[in-house]
């Protein structure tokens, strides 16, 4: 193999096309052989691609304030490309390892240890939301716009289930429609 890595593939429709999975590499078994050269070559034209930025971002930032340096072609022409560079890896790792990679999400550690928390530590709880904006069906419909609050609320207690399965306490949680649900953190009520 070659120590190149083409991403013109990333553009070519394969991305959207997994439904089959019928690959040895979407299998259960293990895939001992696998020639990482490629995948390495991926991830370097990612770093390439990140010194490039910050070269850029730096540049700019010497000659504008940080609005217009956000918005300037250049530093958006190198986010594109680790756009598409950032598709072409997952799409890599998805053809030659079978597997779904989330290496994109950004988190920040709060406290800055990355160490677990001891069960029954002081934990405060985060809440989380989902919402949807739902257009009326075009054509004739069994479910109307009303229905539509029925479903969230069933998915939303679909959610809760899965949650509390995992471990999680769900203290509250709620479907509305128009309005955000608002919850109370405090526990001054129990």
Request: net charge negative; proline share 6%; charged share 30%.
């Amino acid at each position: 193999m070659s120590d190149e890595f083409d991403d013109t593939h990333a553009f070519d429709g394969d991305h959207e096309d997994h439904d089959g999975h019928d690959h040895a590499s979407h299998g259960p078994d293990p895939l001992p052989d696998v020639d990482p050269a490629d995948l390495h070559a991926a991830v370097d034209q990612i770093a390439a691609a990140l010194h490039e930025y910050v070269d850029s971002a730096t540049g700019v930032r010497a000659e504008f304030g940080a609005h217009e340096a956000d918005e300037d072609p250049r530093v958006l022409a190198v986010e594109s490309r680790l756009s598409t560079l950032n598709a072409a890896l997952y799409d890599l790792v998805h053809e030659r390892l079978g597997m779904h990679s989330d290496l994109t999400g950004l988190s920040w550690d709060d406290d800055g240890s990355t160490e677990h928390s001891e069960p029954g530590a002081d934990l405060e709880p985060d809440s989380f939301h989902l919402g949807f904006l739902v257009w009326p069906p075009e054509g004739p419909s069994d479910e109307s716009m009303d229905s539509v609050l029925g479903m969230v609320d069933a998915g939303g207690e679909a959610i809760a289930q899965r949650l509390s399965d995992a471990g999680f306490q769900v203290s509250e949680w709620g479907a509305s429609r128009s309005v955000p649900v608002h919850f109370d953190e405090s526990e001054d009520d129990e």
